[in-house]
């Protein structure tokens, strides 16, 4: 079954400075790769999404690239402010399936100080 | 914007105990999910549910684990003999098909 990887498990930035956290997926017919956001004792958000005939996607100051040649993704968090602090999720789904199930990476703690 | 709501927000209930989570999806939605998040881990896919039945289901879904739809809204998760190891949050998740999934604020049940 699909395996997503995530790095790293925590972030600790400066208010102002980017982030980065990449994911890598094992299975190569995954096709879709959502990214979530938790706050503490909330549920997980979706912040940005990207599907596999997309290189890249941007919202605001969140961008999400994938490399499917090297099965792998990456959130990347512009101008930090402290409420970006959380923690932050990939998934992959595998295609097919209108309704496939999500594979989640382990988490990404992100703090942004101040 | 319409959310996926869930009940009761904390369930503390005795091993070996049933126990019934509940989840209204956002009601245009057909496709119905439920995930479980151990403290402090990822989270993780229990089982899918489309056109009143199960579409797929991970090996931690085994028969201690059943999920209905019994009416026009709500979509529950049944664990029949609690374990200790069943403690963590549970969240219910719905989508259109083919679209993104939304998440409700979980359940987090904790077994005594």
């Known amino acids: 079954g699909e395996n997503v990887e995530q790095h790293p498990s925590t972030l600790s930035v400066q208010e102002g400075d980017s982030a980065v956290i990449k994911c890598t997926y094992s299975d190569s017919a995954s096709n879709y790769f959502p990214w979530y956001k938790q706050e503490l004792g909330k549920r997980p958000q979706l912040i940005i999404d990207i599907r596999s005939n997309v290189g890249e996607k941007k919202d605001q100051r969140i961008a999400v690239t994938l490399n499917k040649t090297a099965k792998h993704f990456s959130l990347h968090i512009t101008e930090t402010q402290p409420e970006d602090s959380a923690v932050y999720f990939c998934?992959?789904?595998?295609?097919?399936?209108?309704?496939?199930?999500?594979?989640f990476g382990q988490g990404t703690i992100l703090t942004v100080h101040p | 914007e319409p959310e996926v709501t869930q009940t009761p927000s904390h369930q503390v209930t005795q091993m070996g105990q049933e126990v019934i989570l509940r989840c209204v999806p956002i009601?245009?939605?057909?496709?119905f999910y439920w995930y479980r998040q151990i403290l402090g881990q990822k989270v993780e896919f229990l089982v899918s549910f489309y056109n009143n039945e199960i579409s797929e289901k991970s090996e931690i879904f085994d028969d201690q684990f059943s999920v209905e739809r019994p009416d026009g809204s709500n979509f529950t998760l049944k664990i029949r003999s609690t374990k200790l190891e069943d403690s963590a949050m549970y969240f219910c998740a719905s989508s259109e098909a083919d679209q993104p999934q939304h998440f409700g604020d979980g359940t987090r049940l904790s077994i005594l």
């Open positions: 998934a992959a789904k595998r295609r097919g399936t209108s309704y496939g199930k999500l594979t």
């Open positions: 009601s245009n939605h057909l496709y």
